[in-house]
């Protein structure tokens, strides 16, 4: 299938901290390939701001080779890589002091749309916001781009909030969390909400449970002074859990526009029920050899910092009143795989024996990899020899029912699309981002004041025992992470 591409209208955009990881991995790829296929016009530009001191030719350079690394396309079309290296220019500014500023402003277009990206640490997220005015280079229709975290728990993102929102408006801030540029992320909106016939069953009457689970096989190395004052409660299910939780539960908002749809997520998010401390369990993982432990990789021999966690957790709503969302994530686990399944309730009478191999039906949302949906339904066997029961799936793996051969657009040339668009669907309000502390910090407040030690689990397993027996109890089973 071949998507249709519809160009974005001209802009200038500036990347402070052009030099650094998430510019060099994400957002210059993610320009590359918006500028390959037409999306993003010939005459857009791309300002480069660090604080380096390199000359124009070395930032193209080390852009080229960034991009070499990171995208097959740019070794396949060395042309347009050297036409898409045209339209960047490099700036040293000193993002504390004067110099600098004056050049990046002298090259801003006053007749484009202007997006300022901020790839550098958020601790210099209010500093550049107040830069940017004191220096003339903001604009009433400038977009600011910023990524998670937005603060440590509740009163440091409602600092952050204030500050921005000192200097801009809700509508200029375009806060990313890059899970809602996935594919099939976006895919559950359109699953639930372009189709008649899920809706009838999307309740506690009809599903029994959800699970969500975000695996990882990387380690922390690396990240580790970040990652062990975060731990994946505040890494992965403050922001990306949430958000898929929010996709999931969510009422049908009235249209598809970026406030009906916040909306009806901060109500969500706003519903959850505080979690009991016996329905969460912390992992941290380790190995045999004791080498390759977390421990090791966040150089903190004591840490208890958690890198894995699985909760049960219940929806105070008319919809969802007796379902509970089981959330799970972690690093170093078994197979990297992130996939929705809601799992339905079983027929009221069953009128076949009762067999092993009978399931319950299944809708099987996966994130990644090998993105698709499956349904799993019960038919008979076929074959003579009495009558028996056996699970089957309807697949729709992308690549194979679109034909996309497992290369849907990366998150982030959707999500600087749409900045440039002036779409905010993709991106969290302030309001929710504040609403997912608020039910995030009494949990870490409860671990931090009982001093509770985090379960270990091996390296390459599924986490941690406790997080099966979490659903045992139920009655319940996790699905495999394969
Ligand atoms: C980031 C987290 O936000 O998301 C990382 O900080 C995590 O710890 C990453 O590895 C996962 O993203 P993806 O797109 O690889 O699933």
Redesign the pocket.
């Known amino acids: 299938m071949v998507s249709r591409v519809i160009p974005v209208d001209s802009f200038d955009i500036v990347i402070f901290g052009a030099t650094g990881d998430l510019a060099r991995r994400k957002i210059l790829p993610a320009l590359f390939h918006r500028y390959a296929v037409g999306q993003m016009p010939d005459e857009a530009r791309i300002l480069g701001v660090a604080r380096r001191e390199i000359n124009q030719q070395a930032f193209k350079t080390l852009v080229r080779d960034n991009l070499i690394e990171f995208t097959q396309l740019a070794v396949k079309e060395p042309k347009l890589l050297k036409s898409f290296l045209e339209k960047l220019t490099y700036f040293r500014v000193d993002v504390h002091g004067e110099d600098g500023w004056s050049d990046v402003s002298g090259a801003l277009r006053s007749n484009v749309k202007r997006v300022f990206c901020f790839s550098v640490s958020p601790s210099f997220f209010g500093l550049i916001a107040s830069k940017l005015h004191a220096t003339g280079l903001a604009n009433p229709d400038c977009r600011i781009l910023i990524e998670?975290p937005f603060g440590h728990n509740l009163i440091a993102a409602k600092s952050l909030n204030n500050e921005l929102l000192n200097l801009f408006s809700e509508h200029q801030i375009y806060r990313i969390d890059?899970?809602l540029g996935?594919e099939t992320v976006q895919n559950l909106m359109a699953l639930r909400f372009s189709n008649a016939l899920w809706e009838p069953l999307w309740n506690s009457t009809h599903i029994d449970h959800v699970q969500i689970t975000?695996a990882?096989t990387?380690g922390?190395s690396g990240?580790g002074d970040y990652?062990d004052r975060s731990g994946a409660m505040r890494?992965?299910v403050q922001?990306?859990l949430m958000q898929l939780l929010c996709l999931i539960a969510m009422e049908p908002p009235a249209r598809f526009e970026p406030n009906s749809v916040r909306d009806e997520k901060v109500k969500v998010i706003q519903s959850l029920e505080p979690v009991l401390p016996t329905d969460i369990v912390r992992g941290q993982y380790r190995d045999k050899t004791g080498n390759e432990t977390y421990r090791n990789h966040v150089n903190n021999p004591d840490s208890n910092t958690e890198s894995f966690v699985a909760m049960k957790v219940n929806i105070g709503n008319w919809r969802w009143a007796s379902t509970p969302f089981y959330l799970r994530t972690g690093?170093k686990l078994k197979s990297q795989s992130?996939e929705v399944a809601i799992i339905f309730r079983d027929p009221p009478h069953m009128i076949f024996p009762i067999s092993e191999e009978r399931k319950s039906n299944a809708l099987i949302i996966r994130l990644?990899p090998n993105e698709g949906i499956k349904l799993h339904n019960m038919i008979k066997e076929p074959g003579p020899g009495g009558f028996r029961l056996t699970d089957v799936s309807l697949d729709m793996t992308f690549a194979n029912t679109l034909g996309t051969g497992g290369n849907s657009q990366d998150?982030y040339e959707r999500l600087i699309m749409d900045v440039i668009r002036g779409d905010q669907t993709l991106f969290m309000r302030g309001d929710e981002v504040e609403a997912a502390w608020a039910w995030v910090d009494p949990i870490i407040a409860e671990w931090e004041q009982t001093d509770v030690l985090p379960a270990f689990y091996q390296n390459g397993s599924s986490g941690p025992d406790q997080a099966t027996s979490l659903l045992h109890r139920d009655g319940r089973e996790w699905r495999d992470i394969c």
């Open positions: 998670k890059h899970y996935k975000v990882e990387i922390v990240r990652y890494d992965m922001n990306h690093k992130s990644q998150a």
